[in-house]
């Protein structure tokens, strides 16, 4: 019983860890009426300083892609020739760490049963969790601007920012992230 627990318990961590989501934040000029902008266009991508997975065709070719269909959704046309608002995109990707954690201690069985170090509730550990050691992994933020063509100046930021587990995940992801970061564009 103890084993097909600890399978299940294993099992659920992983599932969840799978299922890494990106969180979304945006900030914007707030009392401009974006309505006013009609058409769109590109600036380059910021070049970032950090290890970056983006840099490549594929990944430029998701963010811009799914960046015009959002953007097109909203009622702005593409316009080469003199738009009105103007996008770019920097990604990034940090190397973090943080602490992992013991699971407790102690042996199984319901309600109170002994541990080694006094009584506990539930099945299988319960006791309290200590450090253990630090784990590493990875950080993306996908960061859009709109910026006004007439003042130069950004008046609306977007990014969508979650753990990496592997690149060739992350870029695949990069569709359902920038579709996140338009659900934060000032136009629906």
């Known amino acids: ?16 860890a799978s299922c890494s989501s990106y969180k979304y934040n945006t900030t914007r ?14 600036l380059p991508p910021v070049d970032s300083l950090s290890k970056n997975y983006f840099t490549n065709d594929i990944s430029r070719s998701n963010i811009i892609s799914t960046a015009n269909k959002q953007i097109e959704a909203r009622g702005l046309t593409y316009s080469k020739e003199n738009p009105d608002i103007l996008f770019r995109y920097v990604t990034i990707v940090n190397n973090k760490s943080r ?6 201690y102690g042996w199984g069985g319901p309600w109170g049963m002994y541990r080694p170090w006094g009584w506990g509730w539930g099945w299988y550990g319960g006791g309290p969790s ?5 784990e590493k992994f990875r950080y993306s933020h996908v960061i859009i601007e709109a910026v006004d063509r007439k003042t130069n ?17 992350a870029i695949n992801n990069l569709p359902k992230v920038v579709e996140g970061i338009f659900k934060e564009y000032p136009l629906k």
């Not at 019983?1 to 969840?16: E, N, W």
């Open 1 to 16: 019983m103890k084993s097909l627990l600890s399978i299940f318990i294993a099992a659920a961590a992983l599932f969840l």
């Open 153 to 169: 100046s950004v008046v609306w930021q977007a990014r969508g920012s979650g753990e990496i587990r592997t690149p060739e995940k």
């Open 99 to 104: 602490m992992v954690y013991s699971p407790g």
């Open 29 to 42: 000029v707030q009392n401009l009426d974006f309505s006013q902008y009609k058409t769109y266009g590109w």
């Open 130 to 134: 200590y450090p253990v050691g630090k």
